[in-house]
């Protein structure tokens, strides 16, 4: 079985000082309980940062560290003080965190701090490559390590990579302010699978591809050169069985071994047992709404004065980042909100908001869970937030209500919570009341709904699910590798090649012999290719024949002085080496007249995009336009025509970045055919890299080598990845 290995920013352990040397101390996070049962099950090793400076400690004491974790299969990666200062609070948090939570306006844009994530990123990677193995598979965690994945790839290709990103995607229109922009996305797709916790954060990565690469994406997949790349929702899970049976322990313990919280919780409920509790637990962080929540709780005691001195706001604020700017002044209005509000309701036996700034340890957490009747989870952006999720799996009597903000990831499978806009904070105010007064009926259906849902999609069914997704990635890559064309099969070809004495030889041109250029004009032959083509005209053994989409002057033209045939606009013109132009069939172009209008008015509607007039086709090009819309387009002129054309015997043909309508029933398969009529050919080559070749690969003899360029799914029996690949084949052909 292969290996499972995990890199993240810190190793799942804690390093502890005591008096008989160190100590590992097991993090207690819902990533370290998830991927503890992956890379111990799949026996990998977790490569990672271990959480001290290397200058606090000695060699000696650093080796003693590394022995503690080589037990546990972990692979510490030491930081200095300032790779930590630049590299972790400096780009992760001062540039990717609030850019990709929509903080724009705190978002630092540092060069320094930019070399320094480079740098660390490639440490975490060259650790990771060290010690994996062909056939083995890496699951990269989260923005700190954005780069990695495409620098294990880079230099072990034969890894199936994971990432999954833990905070939101941005769309473009944020993620574009990046100067890194193109480096951050080239990095996560070294992946083989990218995942993300909601479809929004999937649909904006497609986009970000799309517009930074122009690669084209298929439902869930994404096509680069050489590769193909899936990207899926996953949304994270906890361990619910944790949080629920403390839940039922917290309230079985007797009174002597209960902590000082709960005993001081019942005192409270017992001094007054009609006192609601509404709870808040967040980081310190602006992402949190921690400021709009507290307005908005000023706003419902305003307005709903039956419940001044029944209700309280149980606020943790976990301390996050303190020597930031940002934290420190969200500190101080928080702090200035909290006492604003107790001193304009509250009394002498009545404090609106209980305001702790600190950590609680787990216990302490449980019986909050479990004593609160309202959880109130409002972040103005969270790419996930497992806090709704632990308060759910702690409700063991199944009453509570939980108010959630609909900018939280885990939103999307809670919609038995009450949601809300978190920047209304009259909508806040009013889902506090409801939740005040739902019948205890409601609050239970609710409650189950979404007990049942969380607890069948755990952090362990999560974790599985990814790495179920990665052997499906593995296996789509190990089905597009089967057809590509290695040094072995192409050394049979080239062997079949050499024997033969009569070798028909089918070319496409645009995205087969030169790349794609958004001006059409502009993928005139270069040199090479020039001198490619004599070589393999110049065989007498060998017919070769350009079948393309292009019209005939233009091909004609750029093939001047090459012994060549050509077969222009899918077939409608076909002209042998020597010979004049000559048409398949009797065709009409009498109905352009009639299509025109419609491609002029998306030329309208498109800017960017053009048409093409043929002898018998028209083509509406959209590579220049922008890519979203010219896709949208597209669509909607497929659907215009689509009725129009099915009276005229005509055909709708969608290629690369281009809708073409032409006359029915012609095409590259078609013609491939009638030039192979009656002629005793022992070698038939095609190539081609759209879905307009595959007429031509379908059509042909079953004995014929049909090649398709570019990783897709194909009729065709091999493939090569690119234009260069194609070049370098021929080549290998030419030479004999």
Not at 161 to 179: A, K, M, N, Q
Request: aromatic letters at 12%; a negative charge.
């Amino acid at each position: 079985m292969s290996k499972i290995h995990i890199v993240s920013n810190r190793l799942p352990y804690s390093i502890k000082d005591t008096e008989n040397g160190f100590s590992l101390k097991p993090s207690v996070g819902g990533l370290a309980t998830g991927m503890k049962s992956i890379y111990k099950d799949y026996h990998g090793s977790w490569i990672g940062w271990p959480g001290v400076a290397k200058e606090d400690h000695s060699t000696k004491e650093l080796e003693q560290i590394d022995a503690l974790l080589k037990k546990e299969n972990c692979v510490p990666v030491h930081l200095s003080h300032e790779e930590i200062n630049l590299y972790y609070e400096g780009f992760s948090n001062r540039t990717i965190w609030p850019l990709f939570h929509y903080f724009t306006q705190f978002a630092d844009f540092n060069a320094e701090t930019w070399e320094a994530y480079k740098a660390v990123n490639q440490k975490m990677a060259d650790a990771t490559i060290s010690i994996i193995e062909d056939g083995d598979s890496v699951w990269v965690h989260d923005y700190q390590l954005l780069l990695v994945p495409e620098m294990i790839k880079s230099k072990k290709p034969n890894v199936t990579i994971g990432f999954f990103l833990h905070i939101p995607f941005p769309s473009f229109e944020v993620f574009r302010t990046l100067p890194w922009r193109k480096e951050l996305v080239k990095g996560m797709l070294g992946a083989d699978l990218v995942g993300f916790h909601v479809y929004d954060y999937e649909r904006h990565f497609f986009s970000t591809v799309r517009r930074l690469f122009g690669y084209e994406i298929s439902f869930n997949q994404i096509h680069v050169e050489d590769r193909i790349i899936l990207a899926d929702a996953f949304p994270m899970g906890i361990d619910y069985d944790k949080f629920h049976d403390a839940a039922l322990a917290t309230h079985q313990k007797p009174l002597q071994e209960k902590s000082r919280l709960h005993q001081e919780l019942e005192k409270y409920f017992l001094t007054s047992p009609d006192r609601r509790l509404i709870l808040s637990i967040d980081r310190l962080d602006y992402t949190k709404g921690i400021p709009n929540r507290l307005k908005a709780f000023a706003r419902f005691l305003e307005k709903y004065t039956e419940f001044r001195y029944k209700v309280t706001l149980v606020m943790l604020a976990v301390p996050s980042r303190g020597q930031v700017d940002h934290y420190q002044q969200l500190k101080k209005e928080v702090d200035e909100l909290v006492g604003s509000i107790n001193g304009l309701y509250g009394s002498i036996n009545y404090t609106p908001v209980w305001y702790f700034y600190r950590s609680l340890p787990f216990e302490n957490l449980i019986e909050l869970y479990s004593s609160c009747d309202v959880a109130l989870i409002t972040p103005v952006r969270d790419g996930m937030n497992l806090v709704a999720k632990e308060y759910v799996a702690s409700r063991t009597n199944k009453s509570g209500v939980i108010i959630l903000s609909e900018m939280a990831g885990v939103a999307k499978e809670m919609g038995e919570a009450i949601i809300i806009n978190p920047n209304d904070e009259n909508d806040m105010a009013e889902s506090i009341y409801q939740a005040l007064t739902m019948p205890l009926d409601e609050q239970r259906e609710r409650m189950s709904y979404l007990q049942d849902r969380i607890k069948r999609y755990d952090i362990f069914k999560w974790a599985h699910e990814f790495v179920k997704s990665l052997n499906i990635a593995r296996d789509i890559q190990s089905d597009f590798l089967a057809k590509r064309i290695n040094p072995k099969i192409q050394e049979q070809l080239v062997a079949d090649y050499a024997k033969a004495q009569n070798r028909a030889i089918f070319l496409d041109y645009d995205g087969t012999l030169t790349s794609f250029r958004k001006n059409p004009q502009d993928a005139s032959p270069d040199e090479e290719l020039h001198k490619l083509l004599k070589q393999l005209e110049k065989d007498e053994h060998n017919d070769v024949t350009l079948i393309s989409g292009r019209d005939r002057a233009t091909l004609e033209k750029w093939m001047d002085g090459h012994k060549v045939n050509l077969i222009c606009e899918h077939g409608v013109w076909v002209k042998n080496f020597g010979g004049t132009w000559e048409t398949l069939t009797n065709i009409s172009n009498s109905w352009m007249d009639m299509v025109r209008p419609i491609l002029e008015n998306f030329v309208d509607r498109t800017p960017g995009s053009f048409i093409e007039e043929k002898n018998y086709s028209l083509v509406w090009h959209y590579r220049k336009a922008e890519q979203e819309q010219g896709e949208l387009r597209a669509n909607e002129l497929k659907d215009e025509l689509t009725n129009l054309v099915s009276n005229h015997n005509l055909e709708i043909m969608e290629g690369n970045k281009v809708i073409e309508v032409k006359n029915g029933g012609i095409n590259k398969g078609v013609a491939a055919l009638d030039f192979l009529h009656n002629k005793n050919y022992d070698y038939v080559l095609a190539m081609g890299d759209d879905w307009t070749d595959e007429y031509m690969f379908r059509e042909l003899p079953r004995d014929a080598i049909t090649i398709k360029v570019g990783l897709k799914h194909t009729s065709a029996t091999y493939n090569l990845e690119s234009v260069k690949t194609v070049r370098a084949f021929l080549a290998s052909l030419a030479k004999i």
